[in-house]
T-cell receptor, first 114, second 110 residues
Framework: DTGVSQNPRHKITKRGQNVTFRCDPI?????LYWYRQTLGQGPEFLTYFQNEAQLEKSRLLSDRFSAERPKGSFSTLEIQRTEQGDSAMYLC????????????FGPGTRLTVL | RKEVEQDPGPFNVPEGATVAFNCTYS??????FFWYRQDCRKEPKLLMS???SGNEDGRFTAQLNRASQYISLLIRDSKLSDSATYLC???????????FGTGTQLKVEL
């Protein structure tokens, strides 16, 4: 399977704990994105990497959130001191350098904060 | 005003029906447009890009009206398997994020 992969697929944690998610993009894609989706809403942009450089961050990405892409391949998204409002589907997407910015999504990590 | 607006539905249609979804966007400088399909508790999957000249892929036709800032998706001969949420997606340019509508839910029934 050469698509975008994400791990874990599901995460249940207690409020206040830290969690980390991983995304492996399509291998030839140098752009990587994180989105968050809550029930009844479309995905909302969190952050974007071009290779290893984090070039754009949404205001949604509070200081409890950090993302890395150290070697320009896989990426991690960490949430510190989780809150119940962090419960959502966290989606990773990747794309080539294309003018139209067509993006391909991974299966997501569903986070539940108790 | 939301950047991308869609009627959330649900649209309940019988199998074989033709159904149309509409979407409006606020940024007139937006560069590219897409329809994504999302099944329940799954990731969004690209259905088709939308071009100014209109484009068709089998039973699906997408159209873009830049003057009215309006995008449409037409599904002919609906199948049960078309039941999903259809997300209108806009690439505003000047950055790299895609902007999603809330999605329109379609239920095709026997």
């Amino acid at each position: 399977d050469t698509g975008v992969s994400q791990n874990p697929r599901h995460k249940i944690t207690k409020r206040g704990q830290n969690v980390t998610f991983r995304c492996d993009p399509i291998s030839e894609h140098n752009r990587l994105y994180w989105y968050r989706q809550t029930l009844g809403q479309g995905p909302e942009f969190l952050t974007y990497f071009q290779n290893e450089a984090q070039l754009e961050k949404s205001r949604l990405l509070s200081d409890r959130f950090s993302a890395e892409r150290p070697k320009g391949s896989f990426s991690t998204l960490e949430i510190q001191r989780t809150e119940q409002g962090d419960s959502a589907m966290y989606l990773c997407a990747s794309s080539r350098d294309r003018v139209d910015n067509e993006q391909f999504f991974g299966p997501g990590t569903r986070l539940t904060v108790l | 005003r939301k950047e991308v607006e869609q009627d959330p539905g649900p649209f309940n249609v019988p199998e074989g029906a033709t159904v149309a979804f509409n979407c409006t966007y606020s940024n007139s400088a937006s560069q590219s447009f897409f329809w994504y399909r999302q099944d329940c508790r799954k990731e969004p999957k690209l259905l088709m890009s939308v071009y100014s000249s209109g484009n068709e892929d089998g039973r699906f036709t997408a159209q873009l009206n830049r003057a009215s800032q309006y995008i449409s998706l037409l599904i002919r001969d609906s199948k049960l398997s078309d039941s999903a949420t259809y997300l209108c997606v806009v690439y505003p340019g000047g950055g790299n994020k895609l902007t999603f509508g809330t999605g329109t839910q379609l239920k095709v029934e026997l």
